[in-house]
């Protein structure tokens, strides 16, 4: 039986020890700041923010080059002799990463690349499904788990609202005029992932403590979400009570796991400090 290895990007915020657990390989995006190219994961998200209030301009994000993934597949193929890739990638709707990664598997074998659509929680939550999977199927035909994995990508729901408008403007998301009138409403705008594209769908007014409850009802209301898992998403500098108040909801609607995701240098350098979302795939 050959072994089937699951990679994915580091846009998904896919927790370090789920990824060390089940061996799912990462690979990193990246982040320009200072004139400085870091690779995503080897900074701290806090520095984007400390760049944020020096300069008032935001970092750039950039793919992960074509040469990037091929030394990457090549060094999984040398240390898994054999074995076959299947790659759940960023959405190529917002980066050229997959589009580089179909690139650099032009001329290698046994390796499927799926695109998922969606980025931090939804990504991981795909990424997740298939580990799940292939754990309890290990002997499982890839092609067969490849089908299995696409249908669930129209399925993973992501909706998270920012913690600052500052870095959406910064990040040309949003015009200083809308800027300004959501600053003086307090409005927060609600983010999901549709076709595979940042689209806002909705705009909610208040403090984040009301906030939540609203992004709550709203998303329960819309999807029928598989009870069994659920990602709850943040930026560093949400406040631990939103925090408990979150975990407090998803336990009341019934979800059996809660999985807690911190934002990575992708989502944070739009969304700013303070930020939640949700994710999870619906039944």
Sequence with gaps: MR??????GSGADLPEELADKHNVQV????????????????????????????????PSTTSTNSH?????????????PDCIIIHIGYTSKASSSFQNAIIATGELEDIFLIDALNVTGGLTAIVMYAVTLLENEPSIDPAQFVVMIESKVPKSRLAFVPGSLEFL???????????LGGALL???????????????????????????EKLFRDYLGQYNMDKEQLYLIYSIGLDEKIKQRMDEIAKETGFKNVTWIQAGAMISTHAGPGGIGIAGLEI
């Design 68 to 80: 990037e993934y091929l030394e990457f597949f090549k060094k999984i193929k040398s240390d898994f």
């Design 186 to 212: 307090k409005i927060k705008p609600r983010i999901e992932l549709m076709d595979g594209n940042l689209v806002s769908t909705k705009k909610y007014r208040g403090k984040m403590e009301i906030v939540l």
């Design 3 to 8: 072994r089937i290895i699951l990679t994915t």
């Design 27 to 58: 690979v990193p995006m990246h982040l320009i700041m200072d004139g400085q190219d870091y690779l995503d994961g080897t900074l701290p998200v806090t520095d984007i923010y400390d760049y944020y209030e020096r300069t008032k301009k935001i």
């Design 169 to 179: 403007r910064a990040g040309g998301r949003v015009s200083n005029l809308a800027y």
